[in-house]
């Protein structure tokens, strides 16, 4: 079988699971906070444009209900697995659900740049409130620690 004949009946998607497992016998499972925001920040926008802020949140948004969570608990405790940032939830009602992030794995320690840039927390954020209440959800992010200069990154999540 030619190479190319291979390769496409070998091709799968990536799931969660498959991405979560790192081996790296000497380096570890981090890679630094700075790698992820060449890539998201400066990488992704040089390529898509002010058109990236859309593909991270729809990005987060996608994974965030293919975690199948369903409890807010497990996410917490995922964003402290996974270094996203501190989360609090000081707002959960029937319809509204708010999160602040202290610093943010995207943009904590960023010079402000006159716009939120958290994009893929609040897709994040919005898949998971989805899968756990189970009726859509849609993150605006409000506050921004790297991108307003404010002291957290604040997503109000309206639940439809």
Partial sequence: MATEERVIKLHKNIDV???????????????GVALYRLLRLVA????????ASGAAYLAGKKLGISLGLTELEDFLQLCKDLNIGIIEVPVVTETKVHVDVYECVTCS?????????????????????????GRSARAREITCIGGLGDKTCGFDIEIG
Wanted: proline share 4%; with cysteine; aromatic share 2%.
């Fill in 44 to 51: 992704l926008e040089d390529i898509i444009g002010r058109g």
């Fill in 109 to 133: 320690g960023l010079e402000a740049v006159g716009r939120p840039i958290c994009h893929f927390e609040g897709g994040l954020i919005a898949g998971a409130v989805q899968t756990i209440t």
């Fill in 17 to 31: 699971e498959n991405a979560l497992n790192v081996v790296r016998p000497t380096l570890g499972n981090n890679a």
